[in-house]
C-alpha cells in the first residue's frame, strides 16, 4: 500500500535503518500470510537488505545484506 511506500521513504531518508529493517520483517511476514504477490514480499526483502547496506561500516558488515 501506499501509507507503507511512504513509511520506507521516511525511515530511509532520516536514517532509522533499524526501524525499516523491523518493519518490512512485519512486511514480509504480513504478506507471507496474506499469500501475496511474490513482487511485493522481494520488494520488501530489497528495502532491507539496502538498509543493511546502507549501515555497514566495513566488508564483515555485508554479510547481514547477502543473507
Do not use: W
Not at 530511509?12 to 507471507?32: M, N, P, S, T
Request: charge should be positive.
Amino acid at each position: 500500500p501506499l501509507h507503507a511506500h511512504c513509511k520506507y521513504i521516511n525511515l530511509f531518508l532520516y536514517v532509522q535503518y533499524e526501524e525499516c529493517i523491523a518493519d518490512c520483517d512485519k512486511a514480509v511476514e504480513r504478506g507471507r500470510e496474506l499469500h501475496a504477490d511474490y513482487k511485493i514480499i522481494a520488494k520488501a526483502l530489497t528495502r532491507k537488505g539496502t538498509a543493511y547496506v546502507k549501515m555497514a561500516k566495513c566488508s564483515k558488515d555485508y554479510d547481514l545484506a547477502i543473507e
